[in-house]
């Protein structure tokens, strides 16, 4: 039963019949997992306590990017990007946006990265004069839509996850891990340092490969319009940071990282710094008169919690009708072959499942049955990075895969900004593999050195 119910809530999330979102998909499946005993009142109570410190972390990240939004904090990142002259070449605006994103990324998670950065393009884009372009249209029939505009929010879209394995407060995924396996801040950052680098490093490659038929050689800019993510709507968006504000909003990050490493030595959980953080930030951008409750609220996805929460329960009943069973089969065929090929196994394995039932459940069973195996702590923990870097970058294979990608296509919504699925895919199969194996050679060389 529990793996019925998940195929129908799956296939429900895709279809989107009645065009409803999402998230009253996954709640509808959750139900009915309860109601069919598919999973029992313990089962959810579990589901939570696994959940909570990542589900409220995850809420904690998405103001406390709203916030640093609010202040100015993105837009003058994006001012370090954006040339002093009225030109820059594509490349190197195409590279400086890479790692903006790949910063962003890993301070203020995937999640938050498509909040703010997606608008933030789009306003960039506001600023680059096209007449003086010179634009090649594609020969391929699928692409010929395909404007730099759509080109810089894939690329905005693809690194905020393939960037978001660097800190445990990257991916909502990494905060589920580092609890499960009862990993601290600086090791899981130290372990996954060469993997964050091989994988950017391989994306900058292959994208500008991907990419650079559909761009000018060179970007023009008119240097007088507002750089502002919401300078569209908002009349406090030409308000541009102080000082004062600058150096509060690096003195609150400074603050959180030390935070979040002390606090693991008491117990203390990574969502208490994240709202302390958050809540300075909002009230100081409400004494500047930047922000209102009504629309802090109205901006902020908690629909997608909602949906992270439901997709759990589900999947639960999956794990309920014997799925680990079937996973420690694969597991095990692979126990004896070198660490390399288990690395590489575990990450491509996970990243596959990952693009189908999304990642937050796949990492969800993935730890479940590595838990389950008898291995070594140091095997286990080895292979839970490999599943984690299959689960963070393998979602981004399929829209479905990574909340971020929902959270990306929501925003495109809004602003009338269309891409097809098959569009999606057919970057997402070339530029997700290449990194992903480039993230896992990262890690094998990382476990030599450190073990």
């Not at 498509?114 to 003086?132: C, E, M, Y």
């Not at 996973?327 to 990450?347: E, H, K």
């Not at 896992?440 to 450190?450: N, P, Q, Y």
Request: hydrophobic content about 55%; overall charge positive; aromatic content about 14%.
């Amino acid at each position: 039963m529990g793996y019925l119910i998940f195929a129908l809530t799956m296939l429900c999330i895709y279809m989107r019949p009645f065009k409803l979102p999402i998230w009253i998909f996954s709640t509808l499946g959750a139900m009915c997992a309860y109601g069919l005993n598919a999973v029992s009142l313990d089962d959810i109570m579990l589901v939570w306590k696994i959940t909570k410190p990542s589900t409220l972390a995850l809420i904690g990240l998405i103001l406390f990017s709203l916030a640093f939004e609010k202040l100015g904090f993105f837009s003058h990142l994006a001012s370090h990007i954006i040339p002093n002259s009225h030109f820059i070449h594509t490349w190197k605006f195409f590279v400086l946006l890479i790692i903006l994103g790949s910063v962003v990324s890993m301070v203020f998670a995937n999640d938050g990265a498509i909040l703010v950065l997606t608008p933030l393009v789009l306003a960039l884009f506001n600023k680059i004069d096209f007449s003086k372009q010179k634009l090649t249209t594609p020969k391929i029939k699928l692409f010929a839509s395909f404007s730099p505009l759509v080109v810089f929010l894939l690329l905005i879209s693809f690194i905020s996850d393939f960037a978001s394995n660097a800190l445990i407060i990257s991916n909502l995924t990494n905060i589920i891990t580092a609890e499960m396996f009862e990993i601290n801040f600086l090791h899981f950052a130290m372990m996954m340092a060469l993997p964050q680098i091989f994988g950017i490093f391989v994306f900058i490659i292959i994208a500008w490969i991907c990419f650079k038929h559909f761009l000018p050689h060179t970007l023009h800019f008119t240097l007088d319009t507002p750089t502002h993510s919401n300078a569209h709507s908002n009349p406090k968006s030409n308000y541009k940071p102080s000082k004062i504000t600058l150096t509060l909003c690096y003195i609150l990050i400074i603050i959180l990282f030390i935070g979040i490493t002390i606090g693991q030595r008491y117990g203390i959980e990574l969502y208490v710094f994240l709202f302390s953080i958050s809540f300075i930030a909002l009230i100081y951008a409400k004494a500047l008169g930047l922000i209102q409750a009504k629309t802090l609220l109205k901006e902020t996805p908690f629909s997608v919690v909602v949906f992270s929460f439901g997709l759990f329960i589900v999947v639960f009943g999956v794990k309920n009708a014997g799925f680990l069973s079937t996973m420690r089969t694969i597991f095990d065929t692979i126990d004896l072959a070198p660490l390399l090929m288990q690395i590489f196994s575990v990450g491509i394995f996970s990243s596959l499942g990952s693009s189908i039932i999304n990642n937050l459940p796949m990492v969800l069973l993935g730890n479940l049955t590595l838990q389950s195996f008898e291995l070594n702590s140091l095997q286990t923990q080895i292979l839970a990075f490999a599943h984690l870097l299959g689960c963070n970058i393998g979602s981004k294979l399929t829209p479905l895969g990574s909340l971020a990608t929902l959270l990306f296509l929501l925003k495109l919504k809004i602003y009338n900004i269309k891409i097809s699925l098959l569009q999606y895919i057919s970057f997402a199969f070339i530029l997700t593999f290449c990194v992903l194996l480039a993230a896992l050679f990262g890690l094998w060389i990382s476990t030599i050195i450190l073990y």
